[in-house]
């Protein structure tokens, strides 16, 4: 394993924010939802593409907190700009689990 710099670490801005929209997302090449996720403050609402599709329906998703990186560049996925990257981990078959605080914190707070 490759071991990186505490400052490379400190590169990355990873973010709690609440989903507060979540609808299908037909036009990618893999099953995903597209979401709108409120942080707060200066960074305010961004949108991404997730492969969620598992275990995870849009209606479900909505209110949920969930971590993300807020600081990548944006891609564009079947014409959607997707402004953040939504943290999960995979389950026993591979499929997204989002990560998400186990109690309720304010939206925009920076993981440390």
Known sequence: MDQIAFADFEKVDIR???IIDAQPFPEARKPAIRLWVEFGGEIGVKQSSAQL????TP???????VVAVVNFPPRRIAGFESQILVLGLPDD?????LLRPDLKVPDGGKLF
């Open 16 to 18: 709690v924010g609440t």
């Open 53 to 56: 599709t598992v275990h995870y």
């Open 59 to 65: 209606d479900r998703l909505i209110g949920r907190q």
């Open 93 to 97: 078959n591979g499929a997204v689990v």
